[in-house]
């Protein structure tokens, strides 16, 4: 906008005003925030008493998540958000044809999916699902990775095209939501009767859940308000609700029927040891490259039994285990990042300990280089400009080449890009210097409430032990117990002597530290109720926290006037979220397959959506979308991570999922007990006016 | 002026708010008499709930109360007023409280369609027996900058017993533009709140209403009173629990009917100061000119009326339905409001009709009010 004359405000005003600005978005940032800080500390001090360490990294990490929420929903309310709005009017105005809404529909939700790095956390789930017993999820996700970015872009870019055109043409969103869903429960349980798509049931659900990330859902909220107010069939402009959860449930079927399509590329699933054995060896060369990846991953994933299975002789075998040892370049090659006390403790069973105990004489001093705050900013940076940019760049070719129409506050949008990158680069590092290590804490600390045997942490081998530094303590009743001191990381800790662990020959002794189960063992139970009670708190806190959330309950205030509150929706919204993460947790300790979870609520939720009111479904299956987002999924798959591991569970995925499912309950049950309300006021007809 | 395709002309602009479920009704109705464009904008409604306290204390607990509305806006020719006023009463059962409220603003006009004409052979008797037109009626709008200040107001309005307030929200500009990227730090959003209440009470209504609302303190908001000529209104102020055998506002609504006007409900006198003795001044002489125009399209007009000297505009977004036409193009619409004082009023009429590329192409019409008072916070 052009203004003729500007006022000029001296320095101390703007300072003061924009003080003022800042404090107000800061303190309502500290209060999303606050809860699930708080949340995550007491239950990691208090409940499970761990130590709080690296207590500065956290308070740094949580300053950056504020500031960078703080930015980036402003960035997003002045600079985005108009943008999409005022492209979404305007096209369909200016071009009447619906092949230009298509494309454009299609181009944003695929660039959006190529833009937002969910692809990293699904990986990061499926890292620990072994290549035997998952075939088919193993292919797609670490061979044919791209064709399964492409097949979730194309499940985003065509919800995107469906959503628009509702706007468009103004039919009611339960048709959608009628014809989308069964589809897509038809094909998860088709899905589930094979044995090979199975395995990538919770795959497909969970890369739904994860796409439409923070950036995706204010802009495609705010081209879908446009488009709707530019065709003007939805009931008086309050349209514009939908796109999200078609392009969270669209994903889902793109991916299983990429899965069908694939499913001759990947071998049938068979146990560990089969799998390795040379005669099925060409159908292990439908996932692996060669002998040696083969190999590595027989090291690296699987156990004793695989990789005795993958050398047909027994001398190779022992032969490899040794080169574990003295070969520097053979072990580097084979475990890569990991560790080789690392291994030791979590791949190795104890024959091979046992067998190679012999052979080492000197624990090899492994440094794990820590990431650097100034590498974890630049990754940061690199993945939000990638994020923001190319949607944004979109939308300004698109504002400016085909509308020919300039931005109303250009200075506005430049600088709300500009800050919105900024904050979604605090934010996100800020949860991984900061949140992901506290909650990675509780969740390794988590499964000893209710394991109900002591479980082997670590062990650390001390070289030349001289047995002359044990002491002895006396008992009143005159037991005897040994003790000794051992310094580490500056610290002196005072550990029990078992004579046993003394190695005379080699001078070595093993400490093994265990870890004490919270709880007695019949009180398992107990244990098992404060592992859901902190998922669901987890769900609910971190919920608060999510920026897109923050962004649909701002939208939805404006666009009903102020019936129906942001405070409320989030606060509705993350109760639901809580139970999903709850049943999530429950599904990986009591192992129930996914399906059992997942389709019973949608089945529930499609007769409560056609009784719902127009907007109120419509914002429900929205907010079910846009859970899961950079707060939550870091979180959850700490927390599901380190359960999964001490459980050995099959895999972690389907947590996410049953996140985004249940907040669509809560928000319909909202909008039912809203409409109860309203009831009250006022329509009595004439006729009951004269009869009565 | 001299432009051929805007006919200046006197008309009847009509104004209907209903709740959000009788919009159908509405649109039916309107379709069959033959008016082919209608102006939408959504909107809340307020009223007082009042429920007993828990536990048998004594006193009512009173909380607001709100309900999606929905305000039609469309100008006809003076001569059919109070047909389509009583009709579309009769339409939509707008004569049972709680249902909404209509009214008729006399006003200048230019606009590009024809006004509608409405056949004679259309008009049936039975319509003109009246339902209680209200004459001598003024509508109150407030423009405020603090969220959640619409609600306030509306309590007090309620709690004063003016009327039901509808909430609309919109967006201002003005100064703001000016500060350059320091605007960011004061948010455009406004609250607009509506109020009808009879014309001899209204000054002392508003003074009351700046009282209560502190209007009178810098950056809160400004206020201002249009004529209606005539319109039904919603007396249902109060819903839940009643503890006698009419409400009030029924009461009022039937004497009403009886004395045929509002004008026995007179309740202040001329000179009323406030608990501060000052006596708030209002602004006589204004005129409101609020223009229709296309999404994104009323910047430049409103930078034209600036610079003529208008100190801002108050932007709400609103639908345009084409009911003969459903095809046709964009339903997003903008609509713009100005108040000037009257000497300034021509010149900044002129400067936005100077704009022809953009008037002749986006822009739907423009209504001229008068305005008796107007009330913001002068330095």
């Known amino acids: 906008m052009r203004r003729s004359s500007s006022i000029h405000i001296p320095v101390r005003s703007a300072v003061h005003l924009t003080g003022v600005y800042i404090k107000g978005l800061l303190g309502e940032q500290v209060k999303s925030v606050a809860f699930i800080i708080l949340y995550l500390i007491i239950f990691q001090r208090f409940i499970l008493g761990l130590p709080l360490s690296g207590i500065s990294w956290i308070a740094f990490g949580i300053a950056m998540v504020v500031i960078g929420l703080t930015f980036f929903l402003e960035g997003i309310r002045f600079g985005l958000m108009p943008l999409g709005e005022q492209v979404g009017v305007t096209l369909p105005a200016r071009y009447r044809s619906i092949f230009v809404i298509i494309v454009f529909g299609f181009l944003v939700g695929f660039g959006s999916t190529l833009a937002e790095p969910a692809i990293a956390a699904l990986r990061e789930i499926g890292s620990t699902v072994p290549a035997w017993s998952a075939p088919l999820l193993y292919l797609l996700l670490q061979r044919y990775t791209s064709l399964l970015i492409w097949a979730i872009g194309a499940g985003v870019g065509i919800a995107v095209i469906l959503g628009l055109l509702r706007f468009h043409y103004g039919f009611s969103i339960k048709i959608l939501i009628m014809t989308v869903i069964p589809m897509l429960l038809a094909v998860t349980v088709m899905a589930y ?8 049931i919770g795959l497909a659900w969970d890369s739904g859940a994860v796409t439409t990330g923070a950036v995706t859902v204010p802009l495609v909220l705010a081209i879908g308000i446009g488009v709707s107010r530019a065709s003007g069939r939805n009931e008086g402009g309050r349209g514009g609700f939908g796109i999200i959860m078609l392009a969270s449930a669209l994903p889902i079927v793109s991916v299983l029927v990429l899965g069908f399509a694939m499913r001759e590329n990947a071998p049938d699933p068979r146990t560990e040891h089969d799998f390795f054995l040379q005669e099925h060896r060409e159908q292990a060369f439908q ?41 520097e370049g053979f072990r580097r090659d084979i475990l890569g990042d990991m560790s080789f006390s690392e291994w030791l403790r979590t791949r ?10 012999g052979f080492f004489h000197r624990e090899v001093s492994e440094k794990r280089e820590s990431r650097g705050i100034s590498s974890i900013l630049s990754q940061k940076t690199a993945d939000a400009a990638r994020a923001i940019i190319p949607l944004t760049g979109l939308l300004l070719i698109v504002l400016f080449m085909f509308l020919r129409e300039r931005p109303r506050y250009r200075d506005e949008v430049s600088l709300g890009i500009i ?3 900024i904050g979604m680069t605090c934010l996100t590092s800020g949860i991984s210097i900061g949140l992901t290590p506290l909650g990675e804490a509780v ?3 988590l499964p000893r409430s209710f394991q109900a045997s002591e479980q082997v942490s670590d062990r650390i081998v001390i070289e030349e032990f001289d047995p002359g530094i044990v002491i002895r303590s006396i008992q009143p009743d005159g037991k005897k117990t040994a003790y000794f001191y051992l310094e580490r990381d500056g610290r002196l800790e005072r550990i029990q002597y078992f004579s046993e662990r003394y190695n005379p020959e080699k001078r070595q002794y093993e400490h093994i530290i265990f870890r004490k189960p919270l709880f007695k063992a019949e009180l398992t139970f107990l244990g098992i109720a404060l592992v859901c009670l902190f998922a669901f708190g987890l769900g609910y806190g971190s919920s608060l926290a999510e920026p897109a959330l923050h962004a649909l309950g701002k939208t939805v205030e404006e666009m009903t006037i102020g019936r129906v509150r942001e405070y409320m929706l989030v606060r509705v919204v993350a109760i639901g979220v809580g139970i999903g993460i709850l049943m999530g947790i429950m599904r990986i300790i009591f192992f129930i397959p996914t399906i059992w979870l997942l389709l019973p609520p949608y089945f529930l939720l499609l007769p409560m959506s056609l009784i719902g009111d127009e907007d109120f479904v419509g914002i429900a299956w929205d907010s079910g979308g846009v859970t899961t987002g950079p707060v939550t999924v870091p979180l959850v798959l700490a927390m599901g991570m380190g359960i999964g591991a001490e459980l050995h569970a099959p895999d972690s995925f389907g947590v996410l999922a049953l996140g985004s499912v249940y907040p669509i309950f809560t928000v319909l049950v909202y909008g039912l007990w809203v409409r109860i309300n309203q009831r009250r006021s006022v329509l009595e007809k004439r006729e009951e006016l004269n009869n009565g | 002026m001299g432009d051929t395709i805007f006919r200046d002309r006197k008309a009847a602009g009509i104004t209907c708010i209903v709740h959000r479920s009788l919009r159908r009704q509405v649109m039916d109705f309107l379709e069959k008499i033959g008016i082919t464009k209608i102006y939408v904008e959504v909107g809340k409604s307020e009223r007082l709930f009042i429920k007993s306290r828990p536990f048998g204390l004594p006193g009512a607990h009173q909380t607001l109360h709100d309900s999606p509305v929905e305000i039609f806006r469309f100008s006809i020719s003076t001569e059919d007023t109070s047909y389509v006023l009583n009709s579309l009463i009769a339409a939509a059962e707008l ?27 259309e008009k049936s008797e039975e319509i003109d027996a009246k339902y209680s037109l209200l004459p001598g009626l003024s509508l109150i709008t407030c423009i405020l900058s603090r969220p959640g200040g619409g609600e306030e107001l509306a309590r007090t309005a309620l709690e004063l017993g003016t009327c039901v307030p509808v909430i609309t929200n919109g967006r201002g500009t003005g100064m703001r533009d000016n500060l350059g990227l320091l605007r960011i730090t004061i948010p455009p959003e406004k609250e607009i709140v509506q109020l009808i209440v009879p014309e001899y009470d209204a000054d002392n ?61 007179k309740r202040f006198s001329s000179t009323d100061k406030n608990s501060f003795g000052d006596i708030i001044h209002l602004l006589n002489n204004y005129q409101a000119i609020s223009f229709v125009c296309r999404e994104g399209k009323g910047d430049s007009l409103v930078n034209r009326a600036m610079e003529a000297g208008a100190p801002g505009a108050t932007i709400s977004r609103i639908s ?18 100005i108040c000037v004082p009257n000497n300034l009023a021509k010149k900044v009429i002129d400067a936005l009709l100077h704009e022809e590329k953009i008037i002749e192409q986006f822009l739907d019409f423009l209504w001229i009010q008068d305005v008796p008072s107007v009330f913001s916070y002068i330095r």
């Open chain 1, 193 to 200: 009767f094979d044995d090979k798509l199975q395995s990538i």
């Open chain 1, 287 to 327: 996932l692996f490259d060669s002998e040696k990846s083969l190999q590595r991953y027989a090291f690296r994933i699987a156990g004793e039994e695989g990789r005795k299975a993958f050398f047909s002789e027994n001398a190779d075998y022992r032969n490899a285990l040794r080169s574990l040892v003295l070969n």
């Open chain 1, 348 to 357: 190795s069973s104890e024959n091979e300990r046992e067998y190679l105990s």
């Open chain 1, 419 to 421: 800050l919105a990158i």
């Open chain 1, 443 to 445: 969740g390794e600390g």
């Open chain 2, 95 to 121: 004569d049972v409280q709680g249902r909404g409220m209509i009214f008729a603003q006399e006003l200048h006009e230019c606009g590009k369609d024809p006004l509608p004409h409405i056949p004679i052979e």
């Open chain 2, 205 to 265: 209504i508003i003074r009351l209403l700046i009282e209560e609302a502190k209007m009178n303190l810098p950056g809160r908001g400004f206020l201002f009173r249009t004529p209606i000529d005539m319109g039904v209104v919603d007396t249902r102020l109060r819903i839940g629990r009643q503890e006698h055998a009419a409400s009030i506002e029924q009461i009022i609504s039937a004497i009403d009917e009886l004395k045929m006007g509002t004008h026995w409900r």
């Open chain 2, 320 to 337: 345009c339905l084409n009911l003969r036409d459903r095809e046709s193009d964009s339903a997003a619409r903008e609509r713009n409001v």
